[in-house]
């Protein structure tokens, strides 16, 4: 077994193909959380753009937005103005001191 492997959760009969999905469900989520913080830096690029439209996608759905449109835009403003950011640091902030 491998490193890795052991610090995976273990179930029962689990087949090769979910292990190798869990594994990269890890390595998406670090991804993710690289390409987050150059998108929230306001950085042009790949992630920026998925970032907005996840963001702007979930401002509709939460009826803040009256369109994806909408959501997208106030998505972008709230990148350029750095309000994502400050939010996610307070956030990050706030989660903090739950594990104390």
Do not use: W
Not at 78 to 99: H, M, N, P, W, Y
Request: charged share 15%.
């Amino acid at each position: 077994m491998s490193a890795l492997d052991q610090q995976l959760p273990t179930q029962p009969r689990v087949h090769r193909r979910h292990r190798a999905l869990r594994i990269a469900g890890i390595v998406t989520a670090g991804v993710l959380a690289l390409t987050a913080g150059s998108a929230l830096a306001n950085t042009a690029g790949t992630a920026r753009e998925i970032v907005v439209l996840n963001a702007g996608t979930a401002l509709y759905a939460a009826n803040v937005a009256a369109s994806i449109a909408q959501g997208i835009a106030l998505a972008r403003e709230a990148i350029a103005s750095g309000a994502a950011r400050a939010k996610l640091d307070e956030f990050v902030r706030c989660t903090q001191g739950f594990s104390a």
